[in-house]
């Protein structure tokens, strides 16, 4: 692992690459307090299923006003990794990202000082961003929604199931945002914030295991196969479990991936008529995680 090296400069993070653990900050005030404690977490300590994407380099700056500190994960050559020496890969163009600031007092999940795993920023800010080009959904903007909303992911058999598993999971918060890039790729993005870790998991375990059917299916999903399109990408503490529509489906495909870390649950989908594609699944499903993790 990269050393963390302390800076006062504030810095940004490429949309294309992985972010390491984060160091202690204290960042500034202002933003989102910390919750009330919550009851004692079961730690998650599940191993990450996919790893580092190779195709990818970030900076990251963590922390607020005074203090801060720096990261920077050198840059992969392109020219060095077959098949993306030419700007043709299929990669999306991101914003440049930032973790967002956090209250007085409170660090980041999975450093020293926060052992319950919380995150205590802003979860409207630590969903990924569209990227350059797409029309972004006015009803998932990156704010919150309710969970009604949020429901209308699931296939609607599944909808009464997961309202009443969230009815007992002490969810704090839902925010969300969507986006359609011009090849016709729809993007969704969905940050469900619990009261503890053993509540995200345990709602994560709902949606995930149903029995012989596998998991919850996104709407107008018939079946589902495992994706191993993001096997390569490894960050800790986090658990990620990717899937591709199972074939012979209809006119689009639906790929989507679901992240535990710590009190947060996400959820990444993309559908697209013909195939949805491998790469720019790969980059936001990898992006999304690095802003959680």
């Avoid at 319950?116 to 961003?129: F, M, N, Q, S, T």
């Avoid at 990156?142 to 598993?165: M, S």
Wanted: charged share 25%; glycine share 10%.
């Amino acid at each position: 692992m990269t050393e963390q090296t302390q800076t006062q400069n504030q810095g940004e993070l490429r949309a294309e690459a992985p972010i390491e653990p984060k160091p202690d900050v204290q960042a500034a005030p202002g933003a989102e307090p910390a919750p009330v404690p919550a009851p004692a977490p079961k730690k998650s300590r599940r191993p990450l299923l996919r790893g580092i994407a190779r195709w990818t380099a970030a900076v990251l700056v963590c922390g607020g006003v005074g203090t801060g500190a720096a990261m920077g994960i050198t840059a992969v050559d392109r020219d060095r990794v077959p098949g993306l020496a030419t700007e043709s890969d299929g990669r999306w163009t991101y914003p440049k990202l930032a973790l967002p600031a956090l209250p007085e007092g409170v660090q980041r999940p999975f450093t020293t000082g926060n052992e319950g795993e919380i995150h205590h920023a802003d979860l409207r800010k630590l969903v990924l961003p569209a990227p350059e080009g797409a029309k972004v959904d006015p009803a998932l903007n990156g704010g919150w929604i309710g969970i009604d909303t949020y429901l209308t992911h699931f296939y609607a058999d599944d909808r009464v199931a997961v309202k009443e598993a969230l009815a007992d999971s002490a969810l704090r918060h839902i925010a969300a945002r969507g986006w359609t890039t011009p090849d016709g790729t729809a993007t969704r993005v969905y940050l469900l914030r619990f009261s503890s870790v053993a509540f995200a998991e345990a709602f994560k375990d709902d949606v995930m295991d149903t029995g012989t059917r596998g998991s919850r299916l996104p709407d107008g999903v018939e079946g589902e196969t495992l994706d191993d399109s993001v096997k390569d990408v490894r960050l800790s503490y986090l658990s990620l479990y990717t899937y591709d529509e199972r074939k012979p489906h209809g006119p689009e495909q639906t790929r989507w991936a679901y992240i535990q870390a710590g009190d947060t649950f996400a959820v990444v989908t993309q559908t697209r008529k013909g195939e949805a594609l491998t790469v720019p699944f790969q980059q936001t499903v990898t992006l999304q995680a690095q802003l959680l993790g």
